[in-house]
């Protein structure tokens, strides 16, 4: 749709808050001091499971400047949190089950203080057997590390008759694949403070993807009424998943709730790589056959992923893997399996794709090796196998709208050729050799087959201004300005003349998480819903004020105005306090949960997203088959996203996306007990990029605000198998496990003989 | 038990600042700890992420890894020091226009290293734009906004992106 006929949808205005960023603002919770706050440190296990048979704090509490040292018997509440399952502990009681594991809290009046305090807190524990291996955890006589069992959960998705399928296969293919654990390296270290206000409400500022959460967890923590806690989430450096769980806010709220005074905890580097979620590495064994046209016609995936020592987000985790094994193909006949497995590793939560990027590196690898078997282009076999309108999913969705898939192969199309036919045969020196890959991925917004609603208000004041009141965290991906947009657009105003009140349990209502690339069409269309209501009101209004028919009224500026003539007009300041003389309400809510069906627990079937973003990358790189360096030169990413409502924030997301998946397909690997501080583990840099050239397909979604679906975790997910296939291509050897680190590349550039070849040249 | 502490003194964003600071403070310390300067921000403290980069002399350094008292007799130039009676300096307008700015914790330490490139070179090609800016770490953007604002900034055309400028320098040499 073409963004003339929007005000403000589609355009690319300047970003709220970015002027706060560039002058250095102190708006981050470490920026802020309250007075006489309080340092906060916590004491971590020394085990990666042991029994705790006492705690003694007298040493601790004998340093000088300590005001208090808690543990778990400490939490007035329940000591249990987790957004899906309550497995974790705030403060650790009989057992500890990570060496991340907290067992107690130090409050002190300086930051050496706390950190000679933790020290001295001694903890007698009881060591026990660890198991770090998800498939060795499954053993019947492996160490049990909660009292239900080792196997968190499983997921399935079954359809059709698999084993006639495969019978029936002109090509079978089956491979495993690993990937590792991930540290969201978010640019900003965890950190909050809190302090009692003069009702005693204790509220605490927080780094946060989801402040209504955080709320009600804290509320259960502390076995306090609602309202005496508030939440407010403070400016987030990033999140990309590990905020999504409770980082320090459940610290600070037990300080808070105990002393009655100001405290702080901002996590150094080193406690945020050691205490948060990482994402969670898979083993993925997959099986697929074709028939001899390079249609596939059946696949079998049994995947088991490493939640570490708590569930966090590792049930949607699984889930979302089990749905999306297929990628973005028509597969009648499959038989998918995820199992989330416990273990002594540090937990495992939600990160950018919640297993999507795993299971794109297993579907987007078979599918060239099926390309290969049959010699047929990648491309070729992506177009003809891709989802359309009409496709039934494996969970027995059937596709009805906004299925940009295709479009998005079409679209990388030129590039691929030019660099297929041209970039290819250009000379380089004999160690280098390139290679081009291509990498598709489907990917359902909002969480999987479970109620996720967002509610927004948007409200007028006398005067005719308008404030919008979301709980939506904007944690840097620009949602605030999205959904000022979207306000803005169906009342006629200007985004920026919209005032705007934003992640805060005081004054705005539950809006869900910042995750599952959620917020633009879930809050964007609550948002859309409560200023539309508002917008008809004051239609209304002007119907009776301006003697017109409400079809031909149009809002623009601040103003309703007849379409037809457009000096009859009347300003919304005069439409304001009209409506309110008259008892009429300026303050409306918006509410909106997209249509899902939840899965059947033995064969997935069910609807589990009403709506989903495709993407397609092309990646071109080069590989010294002497060292084993690979560098990526150019990534096309074409991403269906119904409609940009804000293009640039769209592009920020897909360069960014794709830096995500250069790290994740080349460098980066946690790895725990070694990998302490950002000098273990190396994220991409401004030298690492290749030129991304992003490329916009809008497939409107018919459910989505302006037909806007969304694009955060999109961006990523393609990245990694479009380098891997590349690297394969380069090479005419694959590899099965990430990161493709200098040493596995190695590997393949010798087992592929290249590296012989070279060296003997040389 | 007081330690004792060190008169240092220095010039910051044009003022002359005089702070007496415990001898192990890293400069980062003096200036957000001391100062109460929140603009410099701290990512990892050890000097990997860029997050704290200040201009010292006109170099762009990281503040986590100097100590305060190297601060002494020196120019110094934070982020906050850029903006001038609230008008943005042409770097951070290039930012703002550019869309380079995502969550922003990185921002602060990117517009240093930007300023500090400029100074010392008005007219960077591309290769010297990604060197000066490949210290800092951004998780969001993937940089090639940050790159596009950063080539505008220097008065060239924002179009472009970071490999094929790398490319385009590999080939000149
Ligand atoms: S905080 Fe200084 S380089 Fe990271
Ligand atoms: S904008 Fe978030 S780290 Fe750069």
Redesign the interface.
Known sequence: MSNDRYHTVGK?I??R??????????I?C??M?PENALYLKAVRSRHPHAGILGIDVSSAMSVPGVVQVFTAKDIPGKNLMGIINKDQPLLAEDKVRSLADPVALVAARTPGAADLAAAAVSVDYDPLPAVFDPEEAMAQDAPQIHAKGNVMVQKKVCRGDVTAAFDKAHTIIEKTYRTSAIE??????DAGIGFPDEDGTLVIYASTQNPHYDHKEVVSLLGVEDHAVRIIQA????G?GSKLDMNVQGFIGLALYHLKQPVRYVY??EEAFLATAKRHPFVIHMKTGADETGRITAMQMKAVCNTGAYGSYGIAVASRAAVHATGPYAIDNVNLECTAVYTNHPFCGAMRGFGTPQMALAHESQMDLHARALNMDPLEIRVLNGVKKGTVTATGQVLTDSVGFQDCLTAVQPEYEKAMKGWLSEPTPAYIRRGVGIGGMWYGIGNTGVQNPSTARVAMDREGQVTLFTGCAD????STTVLSQIAGEALGLDAMDIHVVVADTKYTTNAGATSASRQTYISGNAVKQAADKLADVLLTEAVNYLKIRKSDLRLENGRVFDSRHPEKQVAFSRLAPRILDKGGELSWQGYFDPETVPLHPDTGEGIPYSTYAFACHAACVEVDVLTGETS???VIAAHDVGKAIHP??V??Q???????GVGFALMEEFVPGETI???DYH?P???D?????PIIVEASEPSGPFGAKGVGEPALIPTAPAIINAVTHALGKRIYALPASLERVLDASIASGHFNNCYQES | MTQTRIPVQFILNGKKTAVDILPEQSALQVIRDEL???????????G??G?CTIEVNGQAVNACLMFGVQLDGCRVM???G??EDGR?HPV?EK???G?A????????GL?MSTHALLGENPEPDDHQI??A???????????????SSVRAACGQSDQ?????N??SKEERC
């Open positions: 690319s300047l970003r808050g970015a002027k706060e960023r560039l002058t250095g603002n102190p981050f470490a920026d001091e969201h390296t978010y640019l900003e270290p400016a987030t450096g990033g990309f150094t580097r944690i840097g991906q620009g990526v030169c150019r640039e924030n592009i920020g897909i360069c960014g996306g794709v830096a995500m501080s950002m000098n994220i840099t401004a030298a990029m290749p030129c991304v050239i | 109460g300067m929140k603009g410099t921000k701290e990512g990892c403290g050890i990997e992420c997050a934070t982020v906050e850029l903006a943005l951070q930012f703002l226009a869309h700015v995502q969550c922003g914790f990185c921002t602060p517009l990604v060197q800016i490949s210290g800092n770490i951004c998780r969001c953007t993937g940089y090639q906004q940050i790159f472009g992106s970071v490999r094929e790398q490319d």
